[in-house]
């Protein structure tokens, strides 16, 4: 099982995948998201974001912003990431 998440910034779609884990980083502290997870809105911190796919993880460097996980979509505005 996966979810689909979507990275972007006001100026752009970085990534729009399936994954099926991701680590992401919150205001307070990092978060673990897997399939299923329960609906949840947060404020992004700085840090690096992990997105987990078949077994291969792919890093993004984000800088606040936020996040919204709903209905197995994992939404990531980000002000901005490289």
Known sequence: ?????????PEKLVASKQADYAEIPGKDGYMGILPGHAALLSELGAGELKVTSAGKTESFTVTGGYLEVRDNV???????VS
């Open 1 to 9: 099982m996966s979810f689909q998440i979507e990275i972007t910034t």
């Open 74 to 80: 994992v939404r990531v505005l980000a002000d901005s």
